[in-house]
């Protein structure tokens, strides 16, 4: 089984940056890609970022620019910078990791951290 424990949300005021963290424990194998998404209250889960295996990236358009994903190999473990952070940046950031391992192929979410983008 694998489980992600992601860390470093929390509240900061607009213009301010965050950087969250999320690692992969367990029977990881190995991870394909890694996520983060975001929920904000009455709004459906929406991806902000995902990095592959070999460091490819992809960006929601409302982030590009503002935000870094990347990721250790070694630690099994996923980032995310955020900068410039706007009060609508305000939601539960998931992590997310897709990959196979002696159990099986897998799709974990994390359990989420909270940002705050105070006005």
């Known amino acids: 089984q694998v489980q992600l424990v992601e860390s470093g949300g929390g509240l900061v005021q607009a213009g301010g940056s965050l950087r969250l963290s999320c690692a992969a424990t367990g029977s990881t194998g190995h991870i394909n890609d890694f996520g983060w998404y975001r929920q904000a209250p009455v709004k459906q889960r929406e991806l902000v970022a995902r990095?592959?295996?070999?460091?490819?990236?992809m960006y929601a358009d409302s982030v590009k620019g503002r935000s870094t994903i990347s990721r250790d190999n070694a630690k099994n473990t996923v980032y995310l910078q955020m900068n410039s952070l706007k009060p609508e940046d305000t939601a539960v950031y998931y992590c997310?990791?897709?990959?196979?391992?002696?159990?099986?192929?897998?799709?974990?979410w994390g359990q989420g951290t909270q940002v705050t983008v105070s006005s």
């Open positions: 990095i592959t295996w070999d460091g490819t990236t």
């Open positions: 997310n990791a897709v990959g196979s391992s002696v159990y099986g192929k897998y799709n974990v």
